[in-house]
Structure formats: C-alpha cells, structure tokens
C-alpha cells in the first residue's frame, strides 16, 4: 500500500523552490531539474522497510503568471485510475478552489462519487484562510512546504521530508475528517437533543403539545431523511460494518467499547424517532447522567472523537 498526496495549485512549485532553499532560478527551470510537464512528483524520504509507501505529485505551472487552468477533473481522474490500479492505495487530494485553479464543491464531489469505493479523500483550499492551508504553508510551523526539502542541490536524492509528509497526512486523512464528522454529527443531533432537554424541562401539562411539535417535525420527510443520510455517511467512517472497509488509520478507529457508545440504538424512521423521544425525555428524571439520554450520548460522542484527535496528536 502506498500513500499519494496529490496537490492541485499553481504555487505549488513556487513553495517547492522557495523552501529548496532558493537554488534554481524560476520554476521552468525546476520542472526541467524533476520533469517535464504542468504535472510533477517528488520523492519522499525512504523510512527503513517502507521505502516506496508515500508519494507527493503536484499538478502546477510552469508560469506561475499564466492565469489559464491547465489541469481539469479528466486530469485528476486519469492520474487517480493509474494509481487505484493497486486497490489498497490511499489518496489524498488537495484541490486549490481560487483563481485560475476554480475547483468547487461540485468538481470535488464528482471526482469522489467516479471512485466510490476507493480509499480516496478530497478537500478544496482556498488561498491565505482554511486549514488545508494554513497546513500546507503556515509561516509558524514546520509543515509540508516549510522547510520540508531533503538535499536540494543533489537532483539524484532530492526529496520532502519523511516527518513533514507523514504530518501533513495525519492531519488531513485523519485529524480533519474527524473535525468534520463531529461537526456533522452536531448539526444532525443537536436540533433533537435540545428538544428532548426541553421535554425533560416543561411542565407536566405543556408537555403534550410540545411532544405533538416535535412529531409534526418528524414526520416531515425531509427531516427524517436527512437524518438518515447523514448518519449513514458519518457509520461510514466512524462505525465500519466490515474491519475491511476501515477508512482512518488504526489510531484513530474507535475500539470496541467506543463503536457500541456511539451506535444509535434505533433504525432511524419517523415513527421509530417518535418512540424514542416518548421514551428518551424521562431517562432524565432517574438519572440526569443516564448515558442513553439523548443530550448526553451526544456529549459523549463529541468527547469520544476529541479524545481521539487530542490522543493521537
């Protein structure tokens, strides 16, 4: 299995360059130093047994001045079946989203639907804000275009270092797909548990027609589905039905005892919900810490995937 972080920007080799300690005059004259074209690769530094594991390829201009796009999703998607002829390959795909680049939330996901299935992730950054990045170039830090180039005036052994590679994975394939999962399962639950708080809290005789409230929210069809779709997305990720189909590296995959925390006890329908909610209000009035309270499962859920960000850092 291989590693392939896959840059779409047209600094790209600037950064290259720049932090090669400056030794080449421009950027034609790199590309000629590591190869011919708007695509590139770089070497990264062996690591003992695994020497081949991870590759960087970068997809960027020779003029860094020449506005046009030269690359497209066809490129991206010829370069990524190339490397998926060995299935166990990861890729990760960093996709720069301003001018001339342009790459968008669409171009994005169709890229990702052409290889469901795969190991392959994607994000789109955008120029000075976001995470990807501040990852990628951040001035305070050591990451994978800052001070990250091997022996570069020695074409033969030129190469990024194995560290800055290696960071620069963990957080993106990792770190940020945990940070985004947590949000999504917050913005999916919250409405719900504050809802069920709010039963646990009303007076005895408004709480019937809170109750009807929340059922007529239910039975919404957008709301239940959208509930659905977005839990199955997050049981991709975090609650695997096959150890086979595990995306995070091993650090970060829940054990066990964290997989049963977070299941959601009930398939989720409108008329499963309902029943849920008339049972799930009262777990409060027993034990205001009963972990199968709605409120406070998703607090345990949040802790549980910082734990795992915060653990593995």
Not at 168 to 178: F, G, Q, R, S
């Amino acid at each position: 299995m291989k590693k392939y972080l896959i840059v779409v920007w047209k600094w790209t080799l600037n950064w290259i360059v720049n932090e090669g300690q400056k030794i080449l005059d421009n950027n034609s004259a790199f590309i000629d130093f590591i190869g011919q074209g708007s695509k590139f690769e770089v070497k990264v530094e062996s690591g003992g047994n695994i020497e081949d594991e991870l590759k960087f390829i970068g997809f960027t201009k020779s003029n860094s001045y020449d506005n046009s796009k030269s690359y497209t999703s066809s490129d991206i998607t010829t370069e990524c079946n190339n490397i998926f002829k060995n299935e166990e390959n990861q890729i990760l795909l960093l996709l720069h989203s301003n001018e001339p680049d342009r790459f968008n939330e669409k171009e994005k996901n169709e890229i990702l639907r052409g290889f469901a299935g795969k190991k392959l992730k994607a994000r789109l950054f955008f120029g000075g804000t976001g995470k990807v990045y501040e990852k990628l170039i951040d001035e305070s830090q050591t990451y994978f275009l800052k001070n990250a180039i091997n022996n570069p005036k020695n074409k033969d052994s030129f190469s990024i270092k194995r560290a800055n590679f290696l960071e620069v994975w963990d957080w993106y394939w990792n770190k940020l797909e945990l940070e985004n999962l947590k949000r999504d399962i917050i913005n999916l639950w919250l409405p719900l548990a504050i809802d069920i708080q709010g039963l646990s809290e009303v007076e005895e005789s408004r709480r019937q027609n809170y109750l009807k409230e929340i059922f007529n929210e239910l039975d919404k069809n957008d709301y239940v589905k959208n509930l659905s779709d977005g839990w199955e997305e997050v049981k991709k990720i975090l609650l695997p039905d096959d150890d086979k189909k595990e995306v995070l590296d091993k650090k970060y995959q829940l054990a066990p005892d964290e997989k049963k925390k977070v299941s959601f006890p009930v398939e989720i329908t409108a008329e499963n919900l309902k029943k849920f909610v008339k049972e799930n209000w009262s777990l409060k009035k027993n034990n205001p810490k009963d972990p199968n309270f709605l409120p406070n499962w998703l607090q345990e859920v949040v802790t549980i995937i910082n734990k795992k960000i915060n653990e593995s850092a």
